[in-house]
């Protein structure tokens, strides 16, 4: 159990977020922690996220990446999810429990007003800084919560890069800009990967370590996050306005834009994957 005390606040509210929560965006969400399991294990290794740590993991959704980090921290370590909507937590917890991890929680809270506890030893997130209009007072929040030395490692994205390589595949391109376009203008940050850059070091964090990764491929599974996260997204889609012409019948949108993939003879690519740590600086000793 997680004894809280006092509660951390930032000052700004947060904003709508587009993604929303149904059971099928919780599968979506599923699929794609699959996918990037490898990618986000071996950047939360490379950030020193092992064996004993107790970690917060903020935006959890249906708690992938806390899952993925008790399995990095063992039974010796323990893991605190935060996430605010009530029905990704539930599914969350359901999860933890089938795969009987007894060392994972989730609190349900704003990330900007996450209960203070006992210090963590590291911070994590994946795709929640993006969704909030004020990422680096919600980091300098989580930063009061973590011990000096403690790791701060997030994976965010960048659009620029995925949807220049887009471009050839006329299909594939306008169903992604559309997707794009709505993250865009729902307030979400498309290039919150390379911001985190400075985002860190204005939250008094040294300049985070930085990769960047793209995932590959060319089969249905791969192809389908984009029709996936198009579905998720269609009521946003809808209040934007947004033209939905170019991509054609919905219905078929998979099956149409794996046959022009498929005659390019080519692999696609994922969103850029850039992940960025660092650890809090050691109190300064009085001489
Ligand atoms: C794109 S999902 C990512 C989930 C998970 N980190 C993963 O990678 O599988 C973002 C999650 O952040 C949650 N979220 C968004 N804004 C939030 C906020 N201000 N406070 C807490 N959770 C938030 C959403 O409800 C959603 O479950």
């Given at each position: 159990m997680v004894q809280f005390a006092g509660t951390m606040t930032t000052t700004r509210p947060t904003s709508h977020y587009a993604?929303?929560?149904t059971d099928a965006e919780h599968e979506r969400l599923i699929r794609q922690a699959a996918l990037l399991a490898p990618f986000t294990e071996r950047f939360f290794r490379g950030a020193g996220?092992?064996?004993g740590q107790r970690v917060l993991d903020i935006?959890?959704?249906?708690g992938d990446v806390a899952m993925l980090a008790a399995k990095l921290v063992g039974p010796s370590g323990e893991v605190v999810g935060v996430e605010r909507d009530a029905r990704s937590i539930a599914r969350a917890r359901a999860r933890v429990a089938v795969a009987e991890l007894h060392n994972v929680t989730f609190t349900q809270s704003d990330v900007s007003q996450i209960p203070s506890s006992k210090p963590f030893d590291a911070v994590v997130g994946r795709f929640i800084l993006m969704f909030l209009p004020d990422p680096l007072a919600v980091l300098r929040s989580l930063s009061q919560l973590l011990r000096p030395g403690g790791v701060v490692a997030f994976h965010e994205l960048s659009w620029a890069p995925f949807l220049l390589l887009a471009a050839p595949l006329p299909l594939w391109s306008a169903a992604t800009s559309v997707i794009h376009e709505t993250f865009r203008r729902s307030g979400a940050?498309?290039?919150?990967g390379f911001a985190l850059y400075q985002i860190f070091q204005q939250a008094g964090l040294p300049a985070p370590t930085m990769t960047l990764e793209m995932p590959l491929g060319n089969d249905p599974e791969f192809i389908r996050w984009v029709p996936d996260v198009l579905g998720s997204l269609l009521p946003l889609v809808q209040r934007f306005n947004l033209?939905?012409?170019?991509?054609?019948?919905l219905d078929t949108l998979p099956e149409r834009i794996q046959a022009e993939v498929s005659a390019a003879n080519s692999v696609v690519t994922w969103m850029a994957l850039v992940g960025a740590w660092s650890r809090k600086p050691e109190s300064r000793r009085r001489t």
């Open positions: 993604l929303g929560s996220i092992g064996t935006g959890s959704g249906v940050n498309t290039e919150m033209d939905l012409k170019p991509l054609g019948d």
